[in-house]
């Protein structure tokens, strides 16, 4: 794929990404689903497995920021180690690729965990498990996270 076209189908990742954010949330499966569609090889199990991975993990805050950690899945999911190659070293060349993205992300928003995120975007952090917190995120955050979510599937696919 030459250069423009690999920048065009990342501007369409973003804006697709963006959308399902905005429509359906769980931001590491809107990174998931939009790789899918874009430039394939992440599977639907792949998708469901990154659904405990929103908010930080279990909705709690205190890990990555599940569009971090759902871009991580989806380099993996390419140039990860497979399961029958375990004995044949780390994959390190998977390890750069990731950590290319965490890189890229921090240096974006100077942070990589959830709590941290929800302090930027809105002061504070929330506690996701209350409903009242939640919408109240939900309110002060905007769409905030979901450009988050759109930056990184933008970032995935020009990685990939």
């Excluded at 909705?59 to 993996?76: D, E, V």
């Excluded at 928003?109 to 919408?135: I, S």
Aim: with cysteine; aromatic share 8%.
């Amino acid at each position: 794929m030459k250069g423009h076209e690999k920048q065009d189908l990342a501007e369409q990742a973003y804006h697709t990404a963006l959308q399902y954010e905005l429509d359906y949330g769980c931001c590491p499966q809107c990174v998931l689903s939009t790789v899918q569609e874009t430039v394939g090889f992440v599977d639907d199990i792949t998708i469901k497995a990154s659904h405990g991975l929103s908010g930080g993990g279990g909705l709690m805050g205190q890990g990555a920021c599940g569009a971090l950690t759902g871009g991580l899945m989806a380099i993996s999911a390419k140039y990860g180690r497979d399961r029958d190659k375990l004995h044949r070293g780390r994959g390190m060349s998977n390890f750069k690729k990731t950590r290319d993205l965490v890189e890229r992300f921090h240096t974006e928003f100077g942070c990589t965990t959830c709590e941290d995120l929800q302090k930027q975007f809105t002061g504070r952090t929330y506690d996701m498990w209350d409903a009242g917190e939640y919408k109240a995120f939900d309110t002060a955050r905007g769409d905030q996270c979901a450009r988050a979510t759109a930056l990184v599937t933008k970032w995935v696919v020009e990685i990939l």
